[in-house]
């Protein structure tokens, strides 16, 4: 039958979309209800369409001060897990010294080891130290538990770099500083924009690490938390779809120089 050919040819495109479309539902009902009115505390059940949460998304107290706060923890923490990362993954791929391989095993524990136990860790070690608990101590355990998924991913980028590239550029009496510059570092830009890009939502998204460590500090994930105790307002499905949208657009911003990129070369 016609129509049998057609769904076996086309059946994991077909299997493709739907399992797409199920890890955007979520998103799609988070959209929806960023424009809901409701009655109650609790927006879960649609009542009629309203666009003030839209027009007053810092009405609600203190959540604007929450986000603001994750934004900038999430762009600290990147940028040291990023600068961080990015060496050892150097150091880990091109020079060979003594515990190179119980490192290269380390680095891997954080990703593996549930997050409670992480935070828990980082609380006892910032309680001996008697650090106060705070924007510092999440910022520190932030690049503590994101470096590894940095390592990880500029490490498979660098892995795959041709050394012969940047010896040809030693050949052209390029120095040790230019060759990074110009060779090693363009060609190992998609791994380190991967790692951080990976760490900014890790960091921004994590609750239980920044719970243990927060002390009376609030992030955003701890304020959406609390909210949902209380009741849940409708700005913070305006924020979820903000950053959605966000996200999206960079997605499609990268692929489009991507694109242009290819058609040049």
């Not at 020079?95 to 980082?122: K, T």
């Not at 992030?219 to 950053?243: D, E, H, K, L």
């Amino acid at each position: 039958m016609p129509f049998v050919r057609w769904l076996r040819r086309n059946l994991v495109v077909i299997a493709g979309l739907v399992t797409l479309g199920y890890l955007l539902l979520p998103n799609v009902i988070v959209t929806v209800f960023s424009f809901n009115k409701p009655k109650g505390r609790f927006n879960y059940e649609w009542q009629e369409f309203s666009l003030d949460a839209w027009t007053n998304p810092c009405g609600v107290a203190d959540m604007c001060g929450s986000l603001s706060l994750s934004l900038q923890i999430a762009l600290w923490a990147t940028i040291g897990a990023t600068v961080l990362g990015t060496m050892i993954a150097f150091a880990l791929v091109r020079y060979r010294f003594r515990a190179r391989g119980a490192v290269n095993s380390l680095i891997f524990l954080p990703m593996a080891m549930p997050e409670v136990v992480m935070a828990a860790s980082l609380l006892t070690l910032f309680l001996n130290l008697g650090a106060q608990l705070g924007f510092w101590t999440i910022l520190i355990a932030h690049i503590m538990f994101c470096l590894s998924f940095v390592v990880t991913a500029v490490k498979a980028r660098v892995m795959s770099m041709d050394p012969r590239l940047e010896q040809a550029a030693q050949d052209l009496y390029a120095g040790p500083v230019q060759t990074f510059v110009r060779v090693t570092l363009p060609i190992a830009a998609p791994g380190i924009a991967a790692g951080a890009l990976l760490a900014f939502a890790l960091s921004f998204d994590d609750f239980i690490i920044t719970n243990f460590n927060a002390g009376s500090t609030v992030t955003f994930p701890m304020f959406v938390w609390g909210s949902a105790q209380r009741g849940t307002p409708v700005q913070i499905n305006v924020i979820g779809t903000a950053m959605f949208i966000v996200a999206v657009l960079l997605v499609l911003a990268a692929m489009l120089v991507g694109k242009r990129k290819n058609k040049a070369v």
